[in-house]
């Protein structure tokens, strides 16, 4: 099929003439193959700039090559951008947190429970350093509530792990010093 036409008319509306007669719907209605690609068949005539637009419509403005060396580019600018995200949180801090204090005053807490468990193990209960120890316990405990609204945690129950290892251990203590003050009373009652 070819297609003439003055060539004063409008390149746009022959153009969108063209889109339409070689559309998948007119193909379906007319029950032919209509084939774009035999636009370029010679007809006598030469070929008009709207049959020039028609086939330029599906040419994109960057090449294959061109679209994936933008792609690998920006996939380079993300991966640095990302590196340097990273290094600027690193830097400002911003990496760093104190899951380590609060897991130090868990430790500390350990170190007092062994030495509880050492004292009634040997059965030396020393009243004046179960009180040290009870007040250790009170001084982690306040330095650890003075720092958690302003500490940068990754694990969030390690306050909760912090609290509940200093009530333990408080309560160690005070059943050893009840232990001792009734080994005493007894000890007293005898004499």
Avoid: C, W
Wanted: charged letters at 30%.
């Amino acid at each position: 099929m070819h297609l003439v036409a003055n060539k004063k008319v409008d390149a746009k509306a022959v153009e969108k003439l063209m889109e339409i007669l070689y559309s998948p719907q007119v193909e379906s209605k007319l029950r032919v193959k209509m084939d774009e690609k035999r636009v370029t068949i010679p007809s006598g005539f030469p070929i008009s700039p709207a049959t020039e637009l028609f086939l330029k419509r599906n040419e994109s403005v960057f090449s294959a090559k061109t679209v994936e060396l933008i792609q690998k580019g920006f996939g380079a600018a993300m991966s640095l951008l990302t590196i340097v995200l990273m290094m600027m949180k690193f830097f400002s801090g911003a990496g760093l947190d104190d899951n380590g204090t609060f897991k130090g005053y868990v430790k500390k807490v350990a170190e007092i429970e062994e030495e509880l468990i050492a004292m009634e193990k040997d059965e030396k209960m020393d009243a004046e350093r179960l009180q040290e120890l009870r007040n250790t316990i009170t001084n982690i405990r306040i330095e650890a509530m003075n720092k958690y609204p302003t500490a940068k945690l990754t694990d969030v129950t390690i306050m909760d792990k912090v609290i509940h290892s200093l009530n333990g251990t408080r309560l160690h203590i005070e059943a050893v010093l009840a232990q001792e003050e009734a080994r005493r009373n007894t000890g007293k009652q005898g004499i």
